[in-house]
């Protein structure tokens, strides 16, 4: 992992009339690591992450991209165009709802190729190749290259929407309770495809769950949310193995107890 982080928030606050989304919170994501945000319904997550991403201006604060280069962007301070270069190309972005990242109406090695064409690909040959590599990376057959993702299984289709997001490569990518919605069985399964390509790709992650085992499975270190402030951070496994934080305590038990 490099020395400087690729994402950095510092101070953020956000209030939604009396709600204190944010209050006050600074965090580092490193190249190559996995980060989730966990808590409870309505600590702050989402928030967190849309707020990251750019997508929600904070009250106060500030996040800072560190390019490929090691310029240093600030992602409320860029263009909104700016922006939306750098989510189609640096940065990707799974939704816990696959209809809100893929196109349903466009086949599956569309919405695989498009991407590539937005970064300049421009060989039709080629980019049906690298959707079909990519469809078949995330076990999807290939005889299915040319249906619609409205014909797919939920787990197909959330499959098929990461397959959209890591054809480009990006270095970051937003992941907000991918396996939300899944059966157990599609869930485990899915999270084991996650972790492995993250490995391959090593790229970052944030990743919001709620789902604490989702976290020991997947990410590297963890913050724990509640009411807008980060109780508690640190390596997943000591985190998640000796809980300091009272809040971080009842979560990890009231999991075990389930
Ligand atoms: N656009 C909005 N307008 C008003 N209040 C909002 C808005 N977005 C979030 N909130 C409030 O901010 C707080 C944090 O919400 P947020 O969605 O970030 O929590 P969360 O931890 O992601 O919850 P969940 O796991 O249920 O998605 C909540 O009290 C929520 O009601």
């Given at each position: 992992m490099s020395d400087e982080p690729i994402l950095s928030a510092q101070g953020l606050r956000l209030s939604f009339g009396p709600v204190?989304?944010?209050?006050d919170v600074s965090i580092d994501v490193w190249p190559g690591e996995v980060l989730a945000i966990v808590g409870e319904s309505g600590s702050g997550k989402s928030t967190l992450l849309r707020v990251l991403a750019g997508e929600t201006r904070p009250d106060a604060g500030s996040v800072t991209y560190r390019d490929p280069q090691g310029g240093t962007r600030d992602v409320h301070g860029m263009t909104e165009a700016a922006r939306r270069r750098l989510a189609r190309t640096e940065w990707g972005f799974v939704h816990q709802d696959p209809r809100d990242g893929l196109?349903?109406?466009?086949s599956a090695g569309g919405n695989v190729g498009e991407r590539l064409m937005a970064v300049g690909d421009r060989h039709y040959g080629n980019i049906r190749e690298e959707a079909a590599r990519w469809l078949e990376r995330v076990?999807?057959?290939?005889?299915?290259?040319?249906?619609?993702?409205?014909?797919?299984?939920g787990g197909m289709r959330q499959r098929l929407q990461i397959a959209r997001t890591l054809v480009t490569r990006p270095r970051l990518v937003f992941m907000d309770e991918?396996?939300?919605?899944?059966d157990v069985s599609v869930q485990a399964r899915l999270l084991d495809l996650i972790r492995a390509l993250v490995a391959d790709l090593g790229i970052a992650v944030i990743l919001v769950t709620h789902d604490i085992a989702a976290a020991r499975l997947l990410a590297h270190r963890m913050v724990v949310m509640r009411q807008g402030r980060v109780v508690e951070e640190g390596l997943t496994d000591r985190v998640l193995?000796?809980?300091?934080?009272p809040y971080t305590q009842l979560l990890v038990s009231s999991v075990l107890a389930a």
């Open positions: 204190r989304a944010l209050d196109r349903m109406a466009v076990e999807i057959p290939r005889s299915r290259i040319d249906d619609a993702p409205r014909l797919f299984s991918p396996t939300g919605g899944l193995d000796d809980p300091r934080h």
